[in-house]
């Protein structure tokens, strides 16, 4: 008898791994979205620190300003990947701000905020993943 009731609850443990693993593609976009909203704050942060003038700037925004975050891919398709990063009118000065010029000293401010936002991110994630969880009444 007992033998069977082990067998049940590793059963029944097992099926709540394989739902709670497979997950849809509006699922894996909620989550990577969460971590790309988490990223793209740490990155604001970090950008409006070390290169943030404040003046005006009319339509054109501020570096710190055109960071964003969407839940798509890089070629915009929906697959339950999320990206974020500065706009593409301003990513290349990012680029030279991080990676130096003949002319400007680097100061990898983009390569700070990657590695400050690791534990972030996966936070984000981890949040996000268990309230899906929690909707699909696993715990």
Do not use: C
């Amino acid at each position: 008898m007992a033998d069977n009731d082990l067998d049940e609850q590793f059963k029944s443990w097992y099926e709540n791994v394989v739902k709670t693993s497979q997950l849809t593609i509006q699922e894996q976009a909620q989550i990577t979205k969460a971590a790309a909203d988490a990223g793209a704050e740490v990155l604001k942060k970090e950008t409006r620190e070390k290169h943030y003038r404040d003046r005006k700037t009319g339509s054109d925004p501020h570096l710190a300003d055109s960071i964003y975050a969407e839940a798509k891919n890089v070629d915009g398709n929906s697959d339950g990947t999320s990206i974020m990063g500065f706009d593409t009118k301003k990513f290349y000065i990012a680029r030279f701000l991080n990676d130096g010029t003949k002319h400007n000293k680097a100061d990898h401010f983009v390569d700070i905020a990657r590695e400050d936002a690791k534990v972030t991110v996966m936070e984000a994630e981890k949040k996000a993943f268990q309230e899906i969880i929690k909707e699909k009444g696993f715990s």
